[in-house]
Structures are given as structure tokens and as C-alpha cells.
């Protein structure tokens, strides 16, 4: 059973690569098709909006999509970035944490494979027609891998505490009459 399980391990970080790829092939897109992509989360979010307005009332003027689309556009591919790094932190994190890497030196390793994969992450971008590298992107990404460290944190911890102790075996004395 050890030896299987020392085989599995390495497999644990296999969805951490997958959103790595997917991060990339995100970064692989030009300038227009990225931005594209982003409109049209931007323009369904204000579709969706528009449509709780008429439940709750919102402030929304009917007949604006475009300008509300426009004018929340930016922060959605914030949004994007946080929401990206923060998932890959997760999958970064939760593996070192099972396998015993705690505290600091959790946030420490984690947060520099994130941080480092966003940094590596934009000087791509420097290679793609319309895109181009951005030290704030990193800093958006980083708060992302933040939180997603700190949620692997708090959920590991909250879990660890509701399972039961594992009972202390009775030691035997040694010596005596018998």
C-alpha cells in the first residue's frame, strides 16, 4: 500500500498543471480575441443584471447594455486573473498541504510557484500580437494566489480539527515480577 501510494503522489499535482495550461492557453490568445472573450462574459453579467433589476430594483436603465457592458469590462478581466490564480493555488496548495507542508512555508512555496508561474505567465504574453506584460497583472494574480493558499489553509485546518484523535496505544512496563 506504501509503495502505490509513493507511486500516486506525484499525481496529485496533475490538476495544478492542468490550470497551468489552461492559464496559458488563456495567455496564448491575441489581444482581440482575448478581449473578445472577456465582452462576452462582460455583456452576459449585465444581461444577468438586467434581468434581477426587474425583481429587484437594481438602478439600471433599461436600453444601456452597452454602456454598462463598457464600463464594467475592465474589472471583469481583473476578476478573470484573481479567479485563475486563485484556482491554481488551490491546486498547488492542497497537495503540500497533505503531504505535510504547513504554515508559512505553505504560503512561502505555494505563493512563489504562483507568483512565479504569473510573472513567467506575462513575459509569454510580451510574445503575443496585442498582448503584452503588466507588473500589475502579476500583483492581481498574486492577491488571487493569496486567497486560494488561505482557503486551502482554513479548510485543511477546520478538517483536521473535526476528526477524531487518534488513540495512544498503552505501553507496557517493562520490569517487575513476572
Not at 486551502?152 to 480539527?161: A, E, G, S
Request: glycine fraction near 10%.
Amino acid at each position: 500500500m506504501r509503495y502505490l501510494y509513493m507511486i500516486l503522489k506525484p499525481f496529485s499535482f496533475l490538476p495544478a498543471l492542468a490550470i497551468m495550461y489552461l492559464i496559458f492557453t488563456f495567455s496564448s490568445q491575441t489581444g482581440e480575441v482575448s478581449g473578445a472573450l472577456s465582452y462576452k462574459v462582460s455583456y452576459k453579467v449585465v444581461q444577468i443584471a438586467e434581468a434581477a433589476d426587474q425583481v429587484i430594483d437594481l438602478g439600471i436603465e433599461p436600453g444601456n447594455t452597452d454602456y454598462y457592458v463598457e464600463k464594467i469590462h475592465p474589472y471583469i478581466r481583473k476578476i478573470a486573473h484573481m479567479t485563475e490564480y486563485f484556482c491554481l493555488a488551490v491546486a498547488v496548495a492542497f497537495p503540500f498541504y497533505v503531504y505535510g507542508l504547513r504554515g508559512f512555508l505553505l504560503l512561502l512555496t505555494a505563493g512563489a510557484i504562483c507568483i512565479g508561474f504569473a510573472g513567467l505567465d506575462e513575459y509569454h504574453q510580451s510574445f503575443v500580437d496585442g498582448r503584452g506584460p503588466s507588473l500589475r497583472d502579476v500583483g492581481i494574480d498574486s492577491i488571487g494566489a493569496f486567497f486560494g493558499i488561505m482557503v486551502v489553509k482554513l479548510f485543511c485546518w477546520t478538517t483536521l480539527q473535526m476528526l477524531p484523535k487518534p488513540k495512544k496505544k498503552k505501553r507496557r512496563q517493562k520490569g517487575g515480577f513476572g
